[in-house]
């Protein structure tokens, strides 16, 4: 085997912090170094829990620890929304290689502006879209970018959650603490299904949204949200709430001319339900239902990251694709204007 890649963390209050960093230490060609975490409170908190993922890490005191050894080639940016993009710009500039969770941030010229630097110095930039090696959401790419489902003529994206007023564990991941982006529960999570709906459909040309306070004791917290994407010849709509019971109906369905799918939960995934106007490629007319393999979060991912890392592959998205899903996310945010 070749030498393993030395890794580190930056960062440990995104929601995926805890899942990331497992996977990471996990891959057989990875050494992880360590963990930063900026909050000397949050790392207390972590270190007080009793959770062996965060006992038995190394933690750096200061990031030029990490940033400055020049061993550590690639390191994942895993903190809160609101500070996560100026993590990733000191790990760009340090010339590290990121995985970098979602969202970008919500400053796209500031993102723009590390994307350029990275494209300069031939680094990767891989955003945590964790449902890019999800085997449903594969197979409807598939179909949908092959021409087998005719004309896609309309794509349907439902994602919502529930989360509580306040998370006692991590604040910021409560609706309280989430509050601080206008649009809420569609900036934290509106970037998963955008990240799918632009790999189909590619830019959008109008973006509509719709942002409400249906729910929530904190006013300011937009808990049910919608947002409208017109193309020439398609519409796609993206409706995430952080106020629907669990377990969550999480959906997303494709419609084209000569046929559609549909899944429904995506995790664990149910069957894939595809329906052909016409028997094709060993698929009989009507509606098919395929079996979909459950598969972890984060580990197909970062597995594509590190073969891109050795050379052994190309990125599964282009810088270009990463940079027109935040573009678009800021678009629906109101971040940036239609």
Same mark, same amino acid.
């Given at each position: 085997?070749? /030498?393993?890649?030395?890794?580190?963390?930056?960062?440990?209050?995104?929601?995926?912090?805890?899942?990331?960093? *497992?996977?990471?230490?996990?891959?057989?060609?990875?050494?992880?170094?360590?963990?930063?975490?900026?909050?000397?409170?949050?790392?207390?908190?972590?270190?007080?829990?009793?959770?062996?993922?965060?006992?038995?890490?190394?933690?750096? @005191?200061?990031?030029? *620890?990490?940033?400055?050894?020049?061993?550590?080639?690639?390191?994942?940016?895993?903190?809160?929304?609101?500070?996560?993009?100026?993590?990733?710009?000191?790990?760009?500039?340090?010339?590290?290689?990121?995985?970098?969770?979602?969202?970008?941030?919500?400053?796209?010229?500031?993102?723009?502006?590390?994307?350029?630097?990275?494209?300069?110095?031939? #680094? !990767?930039?891989?955003?945590?879209?964790?449902?890019?090696?999800? @085997?449903?959401? *594969?197979?409807?790419?598939?179909?949908?970018?092959?021409?087998?489902?005719?004309? %896609?003529?309309?794509? &349907?994206?439902?994602?919502?959650?529930?989360?509580?007023?306040?998370?006692?564990?991590?604040?910021?991941?409560?609706?309280?603490?989430?509050?601080?982006?206008?649009?809420?529960?569609?900036?934290?999570?509106?970037?998963?299904?955008?990240?799918?709906?632009?790999?189909?459909?590619?830019?959008?040309?109008? %973006?509509?949204?719709?942002?409400?306070?249906?729910?929530?004791?904190?006013?300011?917290?937009?808990?049910?949200? !919608?947002?409208? #994407?017109?193309?020439?010849?398609?519409?796609?709509?993206?409706?995430? /709430?952080?106020?629907?019971?669990?377990?969550?109906?999480?959906?997303?369905?494709?419609?084209? +001319?000569?046929?559609? /799918?549909?899944?429904?939960?995506?995790?664990?995934?149910?069957?894939?339900?595809? +329906?052909?106007?016409?028997?094709?490629? =060993?698929?009989?007319?009507?509606?098919?239902?395929?079996? #979909?393999?459950? &598969?972890?979060?984060? %580990?197909? =991912?970062?597995?594509?990251?590190? &073969?891109?890392?050795?050379?052994?592959?190309?990125?599964?998205?282009? !810088? *270009?694709?990463?940079?027109?899903?935040?573009?678009?996310?800021?678009?629906? +945010? =109101?971040? #940036?204007?239609?």
């Amino acid at each position: 085997m070749s /030498a393993m890649l030395k890794m580190a963390q930056y960062g440990t209050k995104h929601g995926h912090a805890q899942g990331v960093y *497992e996977v990471m230490s996990a891959h057989p060609e990875v050494h992880m170094a360590g963990i930063y975490e900026p909050d000397p409170a949050r790392k207390a908190q972590l270190l007080a829990s009793g959770n062996p993922t965060w006992m038995n890490a190394h933690w750096f @005191d200061d990031p030029v *620890e990490f940033l400055d050894d020049p061993d550590i080639i690639a390191v994942s940016s895993e903190g809160a929304n609101r500070e996560s993009l100026g993590h990733t710009e000191q790990i760009i500039a340090a010339g590290k290689h990121v995985f970098y969770d979602k969202p970008a941030g919500d400053d796209f010229t500031r993102f723009g502006r590390i994307v350029e630097e990275a494209r300069q110095k031939s #680094l !990767l930039i891989q955003m945590g879209y964790m449902f890019r090696n999800h @085997d449903g959401f *594969e197979r409807i790419a598939e179909f949908a970018r092959s021409g087998f489902l005719g004309h %896609v003529f309309q794509v &349907r994206a439902h994602m919502s959650t529930w989360i509580p007023e306040q998370n006692p564990d991590n604040p910021v991941l409560g609706r309280l603490g989430l509050a601080h982006n206008s649009a809420g529960i569609m900036y934290d999570l509106g970037g998963h299904m955008l990240d799918q709906i632009v790999w189909l459909l590619g830019r959008p040309d109008r %973006v509509t949204s719709f942002m409400q306070n249906s729910a929530s004791e904190k006013r300011e917290f937009m808990d049910n949200t !919608l947002t409208v #994407l017109e193309y020439a010849r398609a519409i796609a709509t993206v409706d995430i /709430a952080a106020v629907e019971p669990q377990p969550m109906a999480r959906r997303f369905e494709v419609y084209g +001319t000569d046929g559609s /799918a549909i899944m429904e939960p995506m995790e664990p995934p149910g069957g894939l339900r595809l +329906t052909l106007l016409k028997a094709k490629d =060993g698929y009989p007319a009507g509606v098919s239902v395929i079996k #979909l393999e459950d &598969r972890p979060r984060y %580990v197909g =991912g970062f597995a594509a990251f590190v &073969r891109s890392i050795r050379g052994e592959a190309e990125p599964e998205r282009s !810088l *270009e694709h990463e940079l027109q899903v935040q573009e678009t996310l800021m678009r629906v +945010t =109101g971040a #940036l204007a239609d």
